[in-house]
């Protein structure tokens, strides 16, 4: 459970930011469950009725394909979660987040934080309702919404949350840029757009919550999460880690494929980028030195004086130009780059989510045709053979010490083993049914991450492209105004 720090934050805007909203079709479709309990109020809207004024996340990347998403029941098997209310269309919801007015809080206080306005946009395609809503929000109101989502989200590859960053550092500029929100504002808003971007995520209530909710208390924090034991745990993992599938999907191998293929391509543009930022930055330092020595030398040629120190100063101008340029690409292009491998990530796992569950499958029908040979062969009078023949000589041994019946124990294993076998075939259809489920929402799912996934590269190379032609044009103006000063230099012959 996130602790008391909630109380520090003021949630509601001052009356400059304060939201205009309304009660839409689609949230009365799918408002909280009692469970959580919805913050979320309607005050009267501010309707744009012209939908062209707002900027869209468009969602024609993704098809029209209903998936049978469940988020996780409260103190529920995995194989009886149920689905909250999903909207008919889940495309009918343009979202369109903005993040801005960083804000330290709790100055003089040990643990100083920032929090960001948050300006959500949603459009309702069926009705063409706009609706915006400005929130104040801080970190720990992230790690809320991607925990609530991963937990209750199961089948869902939920963008992965960037790390915190730490305010303890001695580098004073980076401090300024913290608080300045370019340091982390960035990443937060990216995670946000992802989410926005997702046709499922984008209406679950807990981002309904998140982006609307206007006081926000400890009755919206994390409820503790049902403790599995430690032998459960070990169990899962020694079950995923050495049991194999047997029969395997090409379907999913070709997802595994694809995903390798995107994350090595990946990493070899970081790999490249990483070599470019640092020539880059030995050639921002050769600037400056260059520009010392020009200054130095404008002290010697007295007559030449003008001239070279605004030589000097230009090709100054000009380091701390390629710096910025440096910066902005390691923040901007790299950083997000680094997040989409993490995305990769977070969709392997949900493959081997799926793999586990085919396991379990898979293990359910070797144990039912095990236990269902077992039954027949007692029932017809045949003697066992390998293994189990040791096994029932060991028994038989111990029913004879016993001085039990044979003819009686044989019926009663019988029983026992027809009942198993009913609950083996139970289970087993269970499972098909959760992994047909999961298979068929993991496919839709791949779809969508790679909607989002392009959304990703395109927004990647157009920060790219803008930030070096910002930086060409900026060269080229200091320069240019360097030249007026050259063709007026009068040298004497």
């Known amino acids: 459970m996130l602790d008391s720090d909630y109380d520090n934050v003021p949630w509601e805007t001052e009356s400059n930011v304060d939201s205009q909203g309304e009660q839409n079709t689609h949230f009365t479709q799918v408002k909280m469950s009692p469970e959580i309990g919805s913050p979320v109020e309607h005050p009267q809207p501010e309707q744009i009725r012209n939908s062209s ?9 993704y098809d029209s394909h209903q998936s049978s998403y469940l988020p996780s029941g409260k103190g529920e098997s995995s194989n009886t979660k149920k689905s909250p209310s999903i909207p008919i269309n889940p495309h009918s919801l ?10 330290k809080e709790g100055e003089g206080s040990s643990n100083p934080y920032i929090s960001y306005l948050i300006t959500t946009t949603k459009e309702n395609m069926d009705t063409n309702v706009v609706t915006k809503f400005k929130r104040r929000r801080r970190y720990r109101d992230f790690v809320w919404l991607h925990e609530n989502m991963v937990s209750n989200y199961l089948s869902v590859a939920v963008p992965p949350l960037p790390g915190k960053h730490r305010l303890g550092t ?15 504002g960035p990443d937060l ?19 309904q919550t998140f982006t609307e909710a206007k006081d926000w208390s400890s009755q919206y924090e994390e409820r503790p999460k049902k403790e599995s034991s430690v032998l459960e745990g070990i169990s899962d993992t020694l079950l995923n880690t050495f049991a194999k599938v047997k029969g395997k999907d090409e379907t999913f191998q070709q997802m595994v494929e694809s995903i390798a293929r995107v994350e090595e391509n990946v990493i070899r543009a970081l790999k490249v980028v990483n070599k470019v930022l640092k020539n880059q930055n030995d050639l921002e330092k050769l600037y400056k030195d260059l520009s010392l020595g020009w200054n130095d030398l404008a002290s010697i040629e007295t007559g030449l004086a003008p001239i070279l120190i605004s030589t000097s100063n230009t090709i100054n101008s000009n380091s701390s130009a390629l710096q910025e340029l440096s910066d902005r690409i390691e923040r901007h292009f790299a950083g997000e780059l680094e997040e989409h491998l993490a995305y990769c990530q977070v969709f392997k796992g949900l493959l081997k989510t799926r ?12 144990y039912y045709k095990v236990t269902d040979a077992e039954m027949n062969r007692l029932v017809n009078y045949q003697s066992a053979s390998g293994v189990s023949l040791v096994t029932n000589f060991i028994k038989g041994k111990v029913r004879d010490l016993r001085g039990i019946d044979p003819s009686i124990s044989r019926q009663v294993r019988i029983s026992s083993l027809k009942k198993r076998c009913t609950e083996l075939g139970e289970a ?5 049914s959760e992994l047909d489920r999961f298979n068929d929402d993991v496919k839709v799912e791949f779809e969508y991450f790679n909607g989002i ?4 590269l395109k927004r990647c190379l157009m920060i790219l492209s803008d930030t070096y032609i910002e930086y060409f044009e900026k060269s080229n103006q200091l320069w240019g105004q360097l030249l007026p000063e050259l063709d007026n230099l009068k040298i004497d012959t």
């Not at 001695?170 to 982390?184: A, H």
């Not at 996934?453 to 990703?456: L, P, V, W």
């Open 53 to 61: 004024e707002v900027r869209r996340i468009s969602s024609s990347n």
């Open 94 to 103: 343009n979202v369109l987040i903005e993040m801005s007015e960083p804000r």
């Open 170 to 184: 001695n580098n004073e500029n980076m401090l300024i840029e913290y608080f300045s929100g370019d340091r982390f």
């Open 189 to 207: 808003e990216r995670f946000v757009t992802r989410v926005a971007l997702h046709p499922v995520l984008k209406h679950s209530p807990y981002f």
């Open 355 to 366: 793999d586990g569950k085919q396991i379990e499958y898979e293990e359910l029908c070797e």
């Open 428 to 432: 087993i259809e269970s499972s098909k």
């Open 453 to 456: 996934k392009e959304n990703d």
